[in-house]
């Protein structure tokens, strides 16, 4: 029973860090972040440059620039070697062309990295979702295993098969938790991403 009460208690003591950042912010209720939640990021804080207003999506009918925007997007590609691909590629475009085409590339980076972000931010609140109702499960398992304990002839099998089921959802919710704590940097890791490149693109306007 004491080792039960020792994973309940984690468990509650683990939802409360994830519910004091909710709080925080009552627009975003499943956001469990300690990062401000941003749903779109702004053109105007990464970009000074020409206007990519009237870009839409015409990045993508140039073949290069939307193989370029993959690679650079990649978070595996280093951000150096994605500095150094815009500026190949830029130095070979013709200089009455430059602007154009930097304006593009640019326009493709901020849908495709914004895209990328509101994806991975709507799979947080996903994940942060069912920790609050995969808590609530182990609260009313726990509560099942104390009724089922105060029973004069209690069934040994189904006590030990309803603590191994609470045992096995604390470490559940602990790994989630721990998953939740390193991809909340990831949409701020994004947005880093975005403005270096966009400043790379901007100097070779210069």
């Not at 930097?102 to 799979?123: H, P, V, Y």
Request: charge should be neutral.
């Amino acid at each position: 029973m004491n080792r039960l009460g020792v994973l309940f208690v984690s468990a509650i003591f683990a939802t409360a860090m994830p519910s004091a950042a909710r709080a925080a912010d009552p627009r975003y209720p499943d956001w469990p972040c300690v990062q401000a939640k941003v749903p779109e990021l702004s053109v105007g804080a990464m970009w000074d440059g020409p206007s990519i207003a009237d870009v839409g999506n015409s990045w993508q009918d140039d073949p290069k620039i939307k193989d370029l925007v993959a690679l650079l997007a990649a978070r595996r590609t280093p951000l150096d070697a994605a500095k150094k691909a815009i500026d190949e590629f830029l130095a070979a475009i013709a200089p009455s062309d430059k602007q154009s085409a930097a304006t593009k590339l640019f326009a493709g980076l901020f849908d495709t990295l914004n895209q990328q972000r509101s994806e991975i931010m709507d799979g947080i609140e996903r994940v942060s979702r069912n920790e609050k109702e995969l808590a609530d499960k182990i609260k009313s398992d726990v509560e099942s295993l104390h009724r089922l304990e105060d029973k004069p002839n209690q069934d040994p099998s189904k006590v030990n098969d309803l603590a191994s089921r609470v045992e096995w959802s604390t470490r559940i919710f602990e790994d989630r938790r721990k998953t939740i704590r390193y991809v909340c940097e990831v949409p701020t890791t994004i947005e880093q991403r975005l403005f270096a490149l966009a400043r790379a693109i901007r100097q070779n306007l210069n």
